[in-house]
């Protein structure tokens, strides 16, 4: 298990700063929350994101994709973080593209999977049901018809879910809230009679959406893969996801570091520049620790990805560290962020405050530290 990133890596990793230093920068963010965009990104962005080949870096070229791995996906998302740039990466390709990969029939793939690849169609996953994450616990119905399936519930925070052309649904077939097994995936397309999304707006100003489904009938194509057998390939797609999100939030958290580090050696008080006062010199350091651990742990989620010689356990462990360690240093330091900056750092001109709401928001998605500590613990 490797953790380092590859020279191609490297490569991916020096041009996607590059691209998104010149398209999207902070100040382009700013704007999208400023104009109050619904999708929460910039289209003409993601298609050229698309045309960069990001969309298909995980998926294998039978299917349109580069067979890059998921390991591929770290230096994009850590480019992501550092700029605060908001594309459907995520839910789109991470999330739902893995689902209908992992779970879908080649008519499902041949529909979906290349259109979501090629930019033309946009996926979300929809699967809490609460305020916080526990993907167990859902409890969403699907009864099984004569023709098919009815859909009937509640699906929140679902990610980009506002203007998605379909939502892959976790509803249950079989089973109790908790169960594993009786879980079912569904390709529900936007315009289906008895869908409605409607926007869940959150500080980081980004794309989130609540889905009511009441009685949504659906036909047997929907289903993805075995009814009741979703729970495995659902688990891949969500560590999939809260590995990239590690990644995106140690690349929030290094920016946030690199910001203030400067901050300290230019800001001057009493004729000295506060860089000096020891105090600060200590949690300075106390945070290039944690930065350094996190990577650690990041890149051995990453690889496990990857790894099919790993048990689920393992993974799930290495995940879960990974996503709990990223998230409680991005806190850490986009809090000793605000408080070096001073009475400036809680304004909205300075755009520390725009990371630290980015990694509020980041770090609750797809489970917060306290769900992957216990998490960690039951895979023990």
């Known amino acids: 298990m490797s953790l380092r990133y590859s020279d191609e890596q490297r490569l991916l990793a020096d041009s996607a700063g590059d691209f998104l230093a010149a398209r ?8 999208l929350r ?41 230096p ?13 990466l995520l839910s789109s390709v991470v999330l739902g593209g893995t689902l209908v990969h992992l779970a879908g029939n080649s008519t499902q793939q041949t529909r979906w999977l290349q259109a979501v690849i090629g930019g033309e169609k946009r996926l979300a996953l929809a699967v809490d049901e609460s305020a916080r994450h ?14 098919g399936y009815c859909l009937h519930g509640d699906k929140f925070w679902v990610v980009d879910g506002l203007g998605a052309d379909a939502y892959v649904v976790a509803a249950r077939t079989s089973g109790l809230a908790g169960d594993t097994q009786g879980i079912s995936l569904f390709l529900v397309p936007a315009d289906s009679p008895g869908l409605t999304v409607s926007a869940l707006p959150l500080i980081d100003s980004r ?14 194509e929907a289903l993805l893969g075995a009814p009741g057998a979703a729970w495995g390939a659902l688990e891949t ?38 860089g000096t006062f020891q105090v600060l010199q200590h949690r300075a350091a106390q945070m290039y620790v944690d930065l350094q651990l996190s990577r650690s742990a990041l890149m051995a989620a990453l690889a496990s990805l990857d790894d099919s010689s790993l ?4 993974r799930a462990r290495l995940v879960s560290l990974a996503k709990w360690k990223a998230g409680d240093t991005a806190i850490k330091v ?47």
């Open 334 to 380: 986009a809090n000793e962020a605000v408080q070096m900056h001073g009475g400036i750092g809680v304004t909205d001109e300075l755009d520390v405050g725009l990371f630290l709401k980015r990694v509020r928001v980041a770090q609750s998605c797809l489970g917060d530290r306290d769900f992957h500590c216990a998490r960690y613990g039951a895979h023990a």
């Open 76 to 88: 994009i998302f850590e480019s992501l973080g550092r700029n605060l740039a908001a594309t459907p």
């Open 237 to 274: 797609a969500l560590d999939r996801g809260r590995t990239c999100l590690a990644a995106e939030l140690l690349g929030m958290a290094e920016h946030l570091f690199e910001t203030t580090l400067q901050y300290l050696k230019t800001r001057v008080q009493f004729d000295t520049a506060i």
């Open 207 to 220: 794309n989130s959406a609540r889905l009511q489904l009441d009685h949504v009938h659906l036909g047997p």
């Open 134 to 147: 526990d993907p167990t616990r859902m409890a969403l119905q699907a009864k099984a018809e004569s023709a």
């Open 34 to 74: 400023d104009d109050a965009v619904g999708q929460g990104f910039d289209a003409q962005l993601w298609q050229e994101a698309v045309e960069l080949g990001w969309s298909a870096i995980p998926f294998p070229e039978d299917l349109g994709g580069l067979d890059f791995g998921c390991k591929g996906l770290g």
């Open 24 to 31: 999207s920068p902070v100040s382009a963010q700013r704007r």
């Open 311 to 314: 048990d689920t356990g393992t």
